[in-house]
DNA sequence: CGGTCTCTTGAGCAGAGTCAATGAACGTGG
DNA sequence: CCACGTTCATTGACTCTGCTCAAGAGACCG
């Protein structure tokens, strides 16, 4: 993806492909939802998008980049609880309800495209094909939601890494399909932890173990994945929650 | 709420309850809905409504009794992911993917409404209210997941349960408003940690203590709670998660 | 060159798990 | 009505995964 393609009519296509992969999408809603009237944003050094608490107008696309949504217990303590990559409407649940829940937040840069939440809603509202496909959307992050509550709350915390791993190799290879091998992540082992439910101290010695064992090799923040299948055996990891298994399916690799 | 109006045309009253609950639904909606067409099913001694892998043509209200959606790792280890009260739709996302990733499962004995998927996406298409409510409804759930990746992930044993403990006493209190302030819990304790990402033998061991504290009182599966200003601020709940802000308020108790 | 952030490592601790045994409650068939 | 099996709750003793606290080492940046 190039830079200069995102001030164009096509710079939401990162949505139209997510919401393909979802369901069937008419051509003159795909058509609709390009000519949406949005505003570029750009956000520099992990800005927040939304704060809890804020009242939210828009709906927002991450076009580039990487966000996360977290919350905080009374104590102070943070858990990441979803993450977004480009194509992902990132603040749904925000827009509906008016008010933020939750702080939604980008990693280093990002690119996002703004969109007044009634223009969105109208969208919905007036054309059923979408108004499906942003359910089903919907539908999926809530099934994801749901496999990280299974992660953080039955899994081990090696095991739980490399589950947290998995997702973030298929989503991230969805997105943007360049080496589906390699994952730059760009989280600190602090974030890391505050994903998984575990402390940054202990994030590093189960990536240390991980190294020694030889399961990804790691390399700072950059994780290579040697062995796809035996990796998502030891993470219990299966995609089909990141699915909605009646849409098309595109095959990416045939190691995958 | 008596047996005999199961099988008029009121039966289907909690969903439109709980609809009403998350936003505006217009009367023909409300009659459209009243009339979908709809199977009557009971349940017995903890049967199944969905389970993992099996193709689902059906959407499931449910009408009375309690019902759990549950996961289970590689290693056997049982998670318990959703809650579910009379009024609540038990099955969006099995029927829309077509294949359940998860098991459903009532406890001692409920009570279903089965309309067919097929009919129950026309409703959504052709009524754009009754979708935007759905929507709404699966945006709700979501937000649920998350909070309670938040609650497994970072909240100790105690308050945990205690967060649990209010969430049961709300969406109870919602479904059947009979006395908010006396929990009759259908879970064993080996459940209970299912649902929280505990033992059965801890949760035992932090039953006791609250006890102990009276924080609560407890008599075998019945709790009562005595201050639910105090408890609430224990176990870091704020129930704004359950609701979507826009809607009308619905005021029950003073206390709360 | 000092400051800040992140990663790394060690030592000690504790919250929660495991294993195992006992009791209480309940249903069922004889 | 009793004997038996089953399911749950309870308790103790012991273990261990993951946390806390603390300090040092790189890396980067103004």
Redesign the pocket.
């Known amino acids: 993806m190039r830079s200069d393609i995102l001030d164009t009519d096509r710079a939401l296509q990162p949505l139209l492909g997510k919401l393909r992969r979802l369901g069937t999408l008419p051509d003159d809603d795909a058509a609709a939802i390009a000519q949406l009237p949005w505003n570029r944003k750009e956000l520099r050094n992990a800005a927040c998008i939304v704060r809890q608490g804020e009242s939210v107008r828009c709906c927002t696309v991450l076009l580039r980049g990487i966000a996360t949504l977290d919350r905080m217990t009374c104590t102070g303590a943070r858990q990441i609880l979803g993450l977004y990559f480009p194509g992902d409407l990132i603040d749904l649940q925000q827009a509906f309800a008016g008010d933020a829940l939750d702080t939604i937040q980008v990693f280093d840069d990002a690119i996002v495209a703004q969109v007044p939440v009634a223009v969105f809603m109208a969208l919905a509202r007036d054309r059923p094909a979408i108004g499906r496909l942003l359910w089903i959307v919907t539908l999926v992050d809530a099934a994801i939601a749901r496999e990280w509550t299974l992660n953080v709350g039955r899994r081990?915390?090696?095991t739980?890494l490399l589950h947290f791993l998995c997702e973030f190799a298929v989503r991230q290879d969805e997105a943007d399909s360049s080496d589906p091998d390699v994952l730059t992540l760009p989280?600190?082992?602090?974030q890391l932890?505050d994903a998984l439910?575990?402390?940054?101290?202990?994030v590093?010695?189960?990536?240390?173990s991980l190294r020694d064992d030889h399961t990804v090799e790691r390399d700072?923040?950059t994780i290579r994945i040697t062995n796809w299948q035996r990796l998502k055996q030891q993470a219990d990891f299966n995609e089909a929650y990141l699915r909605n298994t009646n849409a098309p399916r595109t095959i990416t690799a045939s190691n995958r």
């Not at 989280?187 to 602090?190: A, D, G, K, V, Y």
Request: aromatic share 4%.
């Open positions: 081990d915390a090696r739980r989280f600190t082992q602090e932890g439910g575990l402390t940054s101290v202990h590093n010695r189960v990536l240390q700072g923040r």
